[in-house]
Each structure stands twice: as structure tokens, then as C-alpha cells.
């Protein structure tokens, strides 16, 4: 079911075929809880990462703008495991949150995964915006959850980081990053 939801949002918005544009892949390690992509050029309307990951512990994501761990961040995040629902907010943030604690599971057999959207990352004249869908299916339990945030900083970005709060991504984890023209 999941993969359904992630697949309809992903063609919520008519584009050509060619409107994606793969920029590179990160991976875990195993030894490393941090996943980066730098050096960002500027030729895209909107940035997109798909993502699938496991942890050595269970956790969640945060994401880093710029290498900016001050407090510039505000998210909020609705989800829901089939048994209850929630709902959390951050503001004045630094470690903005796209799934949280107990979101990524601990072995390969259950990936989580999210589609996680920065739009108008190039844009001088704005804050940036961020939203996340994500989730994972433990045959019959799991979670699913939307976030989105916003970094207030009209910078450029030229760099994201996907942060686990507590382990290290495993080399299971990847993390593809796509440019999406406008």
C-alpha cells in the first residue's frame, strides 16, 4: 500500500518524461549516519530525493540545508501506524525532522521509504520549502507519515544532509538525488 501512496504522489504533477534528471546516489556505510550531496548547481526549478533506508538503531531522519545546524528550521508532521494517529511540530528547529523516532526500521527486510521534495531550491528571493512523504509496511503494522518544513534562509542551496539521530545508515541505505527542470 505504501508504494502506492509514494507512487501517487510522485505523478501528482503532470511533467515530460525528461523533467527528471538523476544528479547522484548516496549510500550508507554502515559506519556513518550522515548521507550528503554537495556542490548542488543551481540549473533546476525543484530537488527531489527518493530514498530507502535501514539503521544499526531505529530513529529518525532529520535534514541539514547548507551545513545550517542553527535554530532556522520549523517542521511539522502528520502520521499514522493503523492502530493511531499523531501529529508534532518544531519550531525554531535545528535538526528539522522528515520521519521520526521509531520511523527507520533496523534490518533490510523492512526499508523504509520516502519521497522527499525541496522546491525552489535555487530561488534567492524566498525561504526554502521542504515536504517528505515516507514510511514503511512490517506485514500489517508500520507507519506512514507526511512532514514538511522550511528553512528560513533565502540562500541558494548547494547542500543537503539526511542525518539518522542515533545509528548508521547501513550499506542498504540509498539515498538518489534528482533535478527536477521547470
Partial sequence: MLNNIVG???TQVPLATNSYESIATGVGTGSSGTITFSSIS????????????????GGAIYVNLNGDSGSN??????????SAAGAQAQSAASNPLIIRNGGITTTGDTMTVGVFDLLDYAE?????????LGGYDANGSGLIELASGAWYNTAAV?????????????TDT?????????
Fill in 174 to 182: 540509498t539515498f538518489a538525488l534528482y533535478g527536477i527542470k521547470g
Fill in 42 to 57: 543551481g540549473t533546476y526549478k525543484h530537488l527531489q530525493v527518493r530514498w530507502m533506508a535501514t539503521a544499526s538503531t
Fill in 124 to 132: 534567492t528571493t524566498k525561504n526554502k520549502t521542504w515536504r517528505n
Fill in 73 to 82: 528550521y520549523s517542521a511539522h508532521n502528520i502520521n499514522g501506524n493503523g
Fill in 8 to 10: 501517487l504522489l510522485a
Fill in 158 to 170: 548547494t547542500s543537503i544532509s539526511f542525518i539518522h539521530n542515533g545509528g548508521n545508515f547501513t
